[in-house]
């Protein structure tokens, strides 16, 4: 993806790899360039042989993913980017010949376009071809519907809705819509503030607690006529049942949402705002039921989940306190100034779901049936607008081009949307007719190879637009994401580490939820201490290897630099764990001071075959003594005080094991030994 590098990346690359000696390969697209507005550089590919005259070149025209029309199409459009191309720039052939088992297309028409009357009509035609499509042996999850931008899907997930179709929506924003993020929001607002009736609302109607709407509206309506919040209102119903305006269940609901809302507001004065939300999520046992969801359905819910919980740590990192006011008030103005995060990725394997999702969002994934949805002009191409913080030009470095960089942009972006379909593409449009009807995309009629469309549209009648709102018969009520049986898994390589392996090792689940759905969890305390202990560790190592060893003082000050107060019991118990990893590094010092280690290397990284797969990690540290033997270290801040215990965890070590055959695969040779070292205790295990 070297077209997606920007020009501060290329000047590292001429960096590393100088003319005339430099050795580098690059692999890349000009026609797949589509994000500029981060600060991609076109000019990096089209300029690679002017920076490097002696490059060799191999052009892949093979193509196992899409029929030939199919490739026309798209090919026809790209070529309106010319001259600012590869291929005009190169001489070269850049046509793509279908060679797969899409080669010969499955349906008579691969490449449609239907035109419609509004952009209602649109999302309802396609939501019924693919019902149709589904009623007719296909699969939810063999469609995709793409969308340029993140707001223009709401329609079509509408109408999927509309017919129980089960969906997924992935976007290159939006994070903070989704419902399962809008209410954990929702939590953190109401529980630093007692005023915010809104967010109690929310969180009161949500699928967490379940209060009718209708019940929260009512006590919303008594507290705005006794202009008083929402929670006092509520508060004092529960106070004085009679003169309550909710009872019997709705009364319990709200009993249990205040009991939520109490435990963990009592919290805010000595807990992190992150850690109160990861309490909340666990003690209502919302985490619990996602995690169910995710094994049914697949994990986006909670991937969206985990996305705000490292958000969460990231504004933590930056604040003095990191306290619910302190945070909640940053969130804020994170939003307000225009932060909207990425939903979770697409998940192909996760489930029955017609795959909902913006065209950037699309890259390097296929779906065998493609739909391209709002192919109206200034809808895609969009218009173009200034960013709100423009790159500057030196570090965008882009050349003159003869063209629009916009427009080339929106068609490249085109293309590769068009690209993603391995079976069938259909174009759609919708002429929106009011005081200015749209026209079709230019990008449409380009692929097309038309100088016009056909001026019909699909324009229902008033029957059909009110049958269009009927529920299907016998239908299950609708559920964004939730998916029925799901797909067999494809084998593929794995790349994994030691930490992967032993979680796999002793809980596949463990193994899901901490590396691939990346599930949030409490910090730990013993993780702080060794994580700082590592880090001073490897301090003291890397200055030995370059110059004079760290002092004890700077020593002691790279775990203050680590040091992270999240995780502890209490205040107390954070500063007896503080001294003893002090204690272990003045021990540490003085072991250096007395025995400097061979060190020649710290953090090694290294990468080997394993079968089909690839196994990848870091060694803490590698030795090489005056006679040549090797020994790989990994350190434990664990306290083993045994030296039996510590040799036989040392034999046992799946990790040194795996670092052995790291260094073997590297270097032709096991190391001539492996060792454990415990820095609390200072016992070495051999």
């Known amino acids: 993806e070297f077209q997606d590098t920007n020009h501060a990346q290329f000047e590292l690359v001429r960096l590393l790899a100088p003319e005339p000696s430099g050795n580098v390969t690059v692999v890349g697209d000009d026609d797949q360039s589509i994000y500029r507005f981060r600060g991609a550089a076109l000019s990096n590919i089209l300029g690679f042989r002017s920076a490097y005259p002696r490059t060799g070149r191999v052009v892949l025209t093979d193509n196992f993913r899409s029929p030939q029309p199919i490739l026309d199409a798209a090919y026809r459009l790209i070529r309106h980017n010319d001259p ?43 939501a019924e071809r693919i019902s149709a499509s589904v009623a007719a042996g296909r699969r939810p999850a063999d469609h995709a519907i793409l969308v340029r931008g993140n707001r223009d899907a709401d329609p079509y997930l509408r109408a999927l809705s509309l017919r129980r179709i089960p969906w997924r929506f992935s976007g290159t924003a ?71 305006v909710l009872r019997g269940p709705a009364a319990s609901i709200v009993q249990r949402v205040l009991a939520s809302i109490d435990a963990h507001r009592h919290l805010a004065a000595r ?40 958000i969460l740590r990231g504004a933590s990192a930056v604040l003095r306190d990191a306290r619910l ?28 779901a017609v795959h909902v999702l913006t065209c950037h969002k699309a890259k390097g994934l296929e779906f065998p ?64 007719e009011g005081e200015r009807p749209r026209r079709p995309s230019q990008f449409l009629l380009e692929a097309l190879d038309a100088t016009a469309m056909d001026s019909a549209v699909l324009r229902p009648s008033p029957i059909e637009r009110i049958e269009r709102l009927r529920p299907p018969a016998d239908a299950a009520p609708a559920v964004p994401g939730h998916a029925g ?23 596949p689940a463990r193994y899901r939820y901490a590396h691939l759905i990346r599930l949030p969890t409490l910090a730990n305390h ?80 290294f990468a080997f075959r394993f079968g089909t797969d690839r196994v990848r990690g870091r060694m803490d540290r590698v030795d090489r003594a005056p006679d040549g033997t090797v020994e790989v270290v990994d350190y434990k801040s664990g306290d083993v005080r045994d030296p039996a215990t ?23 040779q096991a190391p001539e030994r492996l060792t454990l070292h415990f820095l609390e205790s200072g016992e070495v295990g051999r």
């Open 174 to 244: 939006g994070l903070y819509r989704q419902p399962e993020v809008r209410v954990l929001l929702s939590v953190l607002r109401a529980l630093n503030d007692v005023q915010d009736s809104v967010s109690l609302y929310d969180v009161a109607t949500s699928e967490i607690f379940g209060l009718a709407p209708e019940d929260a509206s009512r006590a919303l309506n008594q507290a705005s006529r006794r202009h008083m919040p929402l929670e006092a209102a509520l508060r004092e119903g529960l106070a004085d049942p009679p003169r309550a």
């Open 369 to 432: 049936i493609v739909h391209m949805v709002g192919m109206a002009q200034e809808r895609f191409p969009s218009r173009s607008r200034r960013d709100p913080v423009d790159l500057p030009e030196d570090l965008v470095h882009e050349g003159p081009a003869d063209g629009d960089f916009h427009l080339s942009e929106e068609r490249r972006l085109c293309y590769v949307g068009m690209t993603r379909a391995r079976e069938s593409l259909v174009m759609s449009w919708a002429r929106d």
């Open 485 to 507: 049986t799901r797909p067999g898994l494809v084998e593929q390589p794995l790349t994994l580490s030691y930490g992967q392996v032993n979680d796999y090792s002793e809980c």
């Open 325 to 352: 006011p302190f945070l909640v008030a940053r969130l804020d103005l994170l939003i307000q100034a225009g932060d909207d995060p990425a939903t979770a990725d697409a998940d192909l394997g996760g489930g029955e």
């Open 84 to 126: 600012d191309r590869l291929e005009v720039r190169e001489r070269i052939d850049k046509h793509l010949r279908a060679r797969g088992p899409g080669a010969k297309a499955a349906l008579d028409e691969p490449v449609t376009s239907v035109a419609f009357a509004t952009t209602s009509d649109e999302a309802d035609g396609v």
């Open 646 to 668: 510590a040799a036989r965890r040392s034999r046992e070590s799946l990790q040194l094991a795996i670092y052995a055959l790291g260094w073997e695969a590297e270097h032709g």
């Open 526 to 605: 013993a993780l702080v201490v060794g994580k700082a202990l590592h880090a001073a560790v490897q301090a003291y190592h890397r200055s030995q290897m370059t110059g004079p060893a760290l002092s004890r003082e700077a020593l002691q000050a790279e775990l203050d630099r680590h040091w992270e107060s999240t995780g502890f019991v209490t205040r107390a118990h954070e500063d007896a764990r503080r001294a003893s990893a002090q204690a272990a590094l003045d021990r540490f010092w003085d072991e250096q001071q007395a025995d400097p280690a061979p060190v020649i290397g710290v953090e090694q990284e």
């Open 271 to 310: 807990l992190e705002a992150g850690e109160i939300l990861y309490r909340f999520v666990t003690s209502t046992g919302w985490l619990g039921r996602l995690a169910l969801e995710a094994r049914e359905s697949g994990p986006e819910r909670l991937q969206n989940v985990a996305r705000l919980f490292e």
